[in-house]
């Protein structure tokens, strides 16, 4: 597609429920990564992938959160158990090369903001 | 830890005035930084990408400046119009990685028409 589509663009979850937040990246784009933005703050990383591989989870913030990729195109971010503290902006980036490649600009979808009650 | 700092957090001037925005690092062990602008419900728009070994990248109005001894780097935006109007952030990029961006909290800008 033209740009990065994320969803749904708004979840409202109870605690303890499990969500699933929807990433399709630009077609052909070889690396995909997942922040996690609360409100008045930056972006914070949570998970890269490059192609179908996930190559770094060190930013999930605890094993309730869960991403894949597994067949190198879209890919899904999944918490279960949602807590109040998960209540964020998620966003989605891609880029065309993977990780060594240089320069990475990054293409941003418009973001999953989740608010759990 | 490398930490990123936007100061002010907020920002207000006139239409037609030139303006610098301002981002700080603590470590100089960095791949690159970018800046990005976040319009509210539209996701972030990268606007110039600076590589360590650059001094400067120019886009339209826009020009970035990066001094990895001091740990700065500027946005000026010249001319400034009610479009500009949006949240300026900065990512480094660390030393050891080139995905892995750290990001500063941002400055919101409003152009008062």
């Known amino acids: 597609g033209a740009g990065v589509s994320q969803s749904p663009r708004y979840k409202v979850a109870k605690r303890g429920q499990d969500v699933a937040l929807r990433c399709d990246p630009i077609s052909g784009h070889v690396s995909l990564f997942w922040y996690q933005q609360a409100l008045g703050q930056g972006p914070e990383f949570l998970t890269y992938f490059q192609n179908e591989a996930q190559l770094d989870k060190s930013g999930l913030p605890s094993d309730r959160f869960f991403a894949e990729r597994p067949e190198g195109s879209v890919s899904t971010l999944k918490i279960q158990r949602t807590q109040q503290e998960d209540s964020a902006v998620y966003l989605c980036a891609s880029s065309l090369e993977g990780v060594g490649s240089g320069a990475n600009v990054l293409t941003f979808g418009a973001g999953s903001r989740l608010t759990v009650l | 830890k490398q930490e990123v700092t936007q100061i002010p957090a907020a920002l207000s001037v006139p239409e037609g005035e030139n303006l610098v925005l301002n981002c700080s690092f603590t470590?100089?062990?960095?791949?690159?930084l970018q800046w990005f602008r976040q319009d509210p419900g539209k996701g972030l728009t990268s606007l110039l990408l600076i590589q360590s070994s650059q001094r400067e990248q120019t886009s339209g109005r826009l020009n970035a400046s990066l001094d990895k001894s001091s740990g700065r780097s500027t946005l000026y935006i010249a001319a400034s119009q009610p479009g500009d109007s949006a949240t300026y952030l900065c990512a480094v990029g660390p030393g050891d990685s080139n995905y892995q961006l750290i990001w500063g909290a941002g400055t919101k800008l409003i152009i008062k028409p």
């Open positions: 470590d100089s062990a960095i791949y690159n």
